[in-house]
């Protein structure tokens, strides 16, 4: 398995759902960075989704509280690997027993089988969105070193099911709950103040590291950036005008390098396959409301690495 993120700015995540612990170890952190404790206590707190409609009781239940193993002193990075560690407080593994010889189509569970002839049923193991707990720690500090330098990242939740107005995706969302079944939603991301000249062509693109860290968030099953998919109805002419560089319909990206302006991309996020009406346990109606921070986090850890010759702590 491929557990690891970046090139220079490196993050790998380690542990089960069910098991004892998740956390991660991250390597190219500058020395001298300040690391703001509360900002990713709040950012776990966020991807808990305590108190919003429809998502597993589970991470709310979790004290989620990071213990710091290395690589931090006095607040402060000392330029060394940072190994963190989250432990398990409410695993429940009997809650998946039903699933130990059961296989959820859309999940993981039957390829893990096949491929390597041994799975985690206790959640779907690493499959399981209790890793991205992990990824938010990474990406928090990722953002810290970002926003030194004037560079910011906002996700939200932009449509859920066929709803795209805000205020009624609560009652859609419970609505699926209530029924026991699941629904997808759209989480669009925007990034403030990069620099021009960010991704390389042709196999380096920025747009193709950031589909890749977004399309490894477990569900998601779709990226765009700029126009996108709903570019498809449009004529070039209703885009592109003449001496308009850079492009503002660009989604901040041409020919796989930055251009100054907001990079702007969107996330698909199917239904989660796990239905409590099929099966029990604790889980989420609708999975892209507990993603917004995860692609933050995500788009954090991309663009670090990506600049991570260019911005200084």
Request: net charge neutral.
């Amino acid at each position: 398995m491929a557990n690891t993120f970046g090139d220079k700015w490196t993050f790998t995540s380690f542990g089960e759902s069910h098991g004892r612990a998740i956390g991660g170890v991250i390597d190219g952190v500058p020395a001298g960075l300040q690391i703001d404790f509360d900002l990713i206590r709040r950012e776990l707190l966020r991807r808990s989704g305590k108190e919003q409609i429809g998502v597993s009781p589970r991470p709310a239940a979790e004290n989620d509280e990071v213990e710091w193993l290395s690589g931090v002193m006095d607040g402060v990075a000392l330029g060394t690997p940072i190994a963190f560690l989250i432990r398990n407080t409410d695993a429940r593994p009997d809650d998946y027993e039903i699933l130990r010889h059961t296989y959820r189509p859309g999940h993981a569970d039957w390829v893990y089988q096949r491929k390597y002839g041994i799975r985690d049923h206790r959640g779907g193991g690493r499959s399981s969105a209790r890793e991205t707990a992990a990824r938010v720690v990474a990406g928090t500090i990722a953002r810290q070193q970002l926003n030194n330098h004037g560079i910011s990242i906002h996700a939200q939740l932009v449509q859920v099911g066929e709803e795209t107005h805000p205020e009624a995706f609560d009652n859609v969302i419970r609505q699926v709950r209530e029924a026991g079944d699941t629904i997808g939603g759209i989480v669009e991301c925007a990034v403030n103040g990069m620099p021009v000249g960010v991704g390389d062509p042709i196999a380096d693109k920025l747009q193709a590291h950031l589909a890749a860290a977004m399309l490894s968030i477990n569900g998601c099953k779709g990226f765009d950036y700029g126009t996108g998919f709903r570019g498809v109805a449009l004529r070039g002419s209703q885009i592109y005008h003449p001496n308009e560089v850079p492009c503002p319909q660009s989604g901040g990206i041409e020919g796989g390098i930055s251009n100054g302006l907001p990079i702007t991309f969107r996330c698909v996020f199917k239904p989660a396959a796990t239905l409590t009406r099929l099966y029990g346990g604790r889980h989420d109606a609708c999975i892209a409301v507990r993603a917004v921070p995860v692609v933050e986090a995500m788009t954090a850890l991309v663009l670090a690495d990506l600049t991570s010759n260019i911005l200084l702590p």
